[in-house]
């Protein structure tokens, strides 16, 4: 007789096993990253949006259509990781949105179901690429409706719609040419692919696709994969954070500049110096503020001077989170000798600092980039990165910590960009700004560009402009053999990647490095700054800087340990 209709538990029980399902086979859609690099985690990021989403759907006791729904969208929405796990977000947002009313799903109402979510998702998405899991979904949808006026069973209707986004699928390579020259699927569409074929085994009860107990659904985390919201705790060496601008009066030219950087060197850390016509923006840790301001005299009046005691300020941050602490358990104890059932949580909120006006969180990895941005005047980091991309969730967390009416939101990465729009539409209170930044170093060159006379407008005009001026490239090792951009890549070979593709391909970290600045530097160049990651020593990364010194005279060089994972070298050409 087939199957006409499904109820909630149903649904419960599909959305489980597509869960499973998409868990089990997430190694192997990660393998299919265009780039061969060892972090390619597409599956993953999709594998965690949706158990986020299966704790909230396992947690429901003979749940209402409604209940599910609910539980499908809330915990995918502030879950979901990277860009394909945001656009599977809304796939599901939008899917839920049609069935929450139903008391019985039908394949008319599945059709409609899936026309939604890929409506909603395509609306996410600013430019909405063809040949990716986009593509896939609006195949399925289409086809769907097709199915839904020649059957009512709704398991012949599953066959045929995954049928027909298998086919749209392997056509994927031939609407990205990328795709193609590596010779895979687009990985989300894969995925999606997994989350549709779990589910159509769930409702045939198919015990290898059901979790053996459905309350122990859990995200899996670790150490190496799992993002936070890190506050940066370091030793402080210099303890005056040191900030000014000097109004230029006198000569300035790049030889006084690379002066005035190599005495703040002698004296401090952290230093960042940015040169405009008629002043000059300076910040720098240091034990002995006032000889930086003897020296900077040299070239003109000061202004906007600011000293901050940063062991002071370090200290105090650490009795606050003691005193939120202790005023929360000594609450909690109240409330249980009160024979309350809820126990009351004190707000941390009270034991912020004052409002301020701006704020500022980035997403980094690595300790030395950690002191970078905590130098230049991030509040919060969010820990993650390419390897490990946070989730909407994470972006959240960061932005409650944050106490400013304005807070500029730095992603540092394209996977990340998503999370942290979607974050920022689910926030009230204050003024998010999502500045599209997709490497570290674009990051780090809009924060020292922020001006705190200009208006939250000006700041985002004058930060995306100062940004696009930056190239950069990440230096990593192919971790299988392909051919990408027409270059052919053996396993272990190392790849200098850029923003718009390969630059470089090699047998040796340095030769490769040295390469792709031949593509990189140009006439206008002026600035190289080289990060060295954890896996690169401190005497390999100063060679190089002096041979790229000697093949690029014209340019300042700047080095700086960043410690990030993976990347043996993070390296930007203004």
Not at 157 to 178: H, K, N, W
Not at 376 to 386: P, S
Request: hydrophobic share 40%; glycine share 8%.
């Amino acid at each position: 007789m087939g199957m006409k209709s499904i109820d909630a538990k149903a649904v419960q029980n599909a959305f489980l096993a597509a869960a499973r399902g998409l868990e089990a086979k997430k190694e192997w859609i990660n393998e299919l990253n265009v780039f061969p690099v060892p972090d390619g985690d597409t599956g993953t990021n999709m594998s965690l949006t949706v158990m986020a989403a299966a704790k909230e759907v396992a947690a429901l006791q003979e749940p209402t259509m409604d209940q599910v729904a609910k539980a499908i969208a809330s915990g995918s929405l502030r879950g979901a990781r990277g860009n394909s796990g945001v656009i599977l977000s809304q796939l599901f947002r939008g899917f839920t949105k049609e069935i929450k009313t139903k008391e019985y799903i039908t394949t008319k109402s599945l059709a409609s179901a899936f026309v939604r979510g890929t409506e909603t998702a395509y609306k996410a998405v600013m430019k909405p690429k063809e040949g990716t899991i986009l593509t896939v979904a609006r195949g399925m949808a289409e086809k769907a409706v097709e199915i839904s006026s020649q059957t009512d069973d709704i398991i012949e209707f599953a066959d045929r719609v995954i049928e027909y986004g298998d086919y749209i699928l392997s056509q994927t390579p031939e609407m990205l040419p990328v795709l193609k020259q590596a010779g895979v699927v687009d990985s989300g569409g894969q995925g999606l692919m997994q989350v549709v074929k779990g589910a159509r085994n769930g409702l045939l009860g198919k015990a290898e696709e059901l979790p053996e107990d459905i309350g122990d659904i859990s995200v899996p985390a670790s150490p190496e994969k799992s993002a936070a919201v890190n506050t940066v705790d370091f030793d402080i060496h210099f303890g005056y954070c040191t900030e000014f601008i000097i109004n230029l009066e006198k000569n300035y030219d790049s030889g006084k500049e690379m002066e005035l950087k190599a005495y703040l060197e002698s004296i401090g850390d952290s230093i960042v110096v940015v040169s405009d016509e008629d002043m000059v923006k300076v910040h720098v840790h240091t034990n002995h503020p006032g000889l930086a301001f003897e020296k900077a005299l040299e070239y003109g009046s000061l202004s906007r001077m600011k000293i901050d005691n940063m062991r002071e300020e370090h200290e105090e941050k650490l009795v606050k989170e003691a005193e939120v602490k202790a005023a929360a358990a000594a609450e909690r104890v109240r409330m249980e000798q009160n024979g309350k059932e809820k126990l009351a949580a004190i707000s941390e909120e009270a034991l912020l600092p004052p409002r301020k006006k701006y704020g500022f969180i980035a997403v980094s990895i690595g300790k030395g980039m950690e002191e970078i941005f905590k130098g230049i005047g991030t509040d919060c980091l969010i820990e993650g990165g390419q390897t490990m991309n946070p989730s909407t969730e994470d972006v959240l967390n960061a932005i409650d910590k944050v106490n400013a009416d304005n807070i500029f939101v730095f992603p540092n990465n394209k996977n990340i960009i998503l999370a942290a729009e979607q974050a920022k539409s689910l926030t009230e209170g204050k003024n998010i700004i999502v500045i599209p930044s997709q490497t570290v170093p674009q990051g780090i060159t809009a924060i020292i560009n922020f001006l705190p006379d200009l208006s939250p407008e000006e700041n985002i005009e004058n930060m995306i402009k100062e940004m696009k001026r930056v190239k950069t490239a990440q230096i990593t090792y192919a971790v299988r053999t392909t051919n990408i951009d027409g270059r052919d890549i053996q396993e272990g070979d190392i790849m200098a990647i850029s923003d718009n593709g390969i630059l470089s391909v090699g047998k040796s970290v340095e030769g490769t490095v040295l390469q792709a600045f031949q593509e990189m530097v140009d006439e206008d160049s002026e600035l190289v700054t080289i990060y060295y990651g954890e896996e690169t020593n401190r005497e390999d990364a100063e060679r190089l800087m002096e041979k790229a010194r000697e093949e690029f005279p014209q340019c300042e060089m700047e080095l700086h340990n960043g410690g990030q994972p993976v990347y043996y070298y993070l390296i930007s050409v203004e």
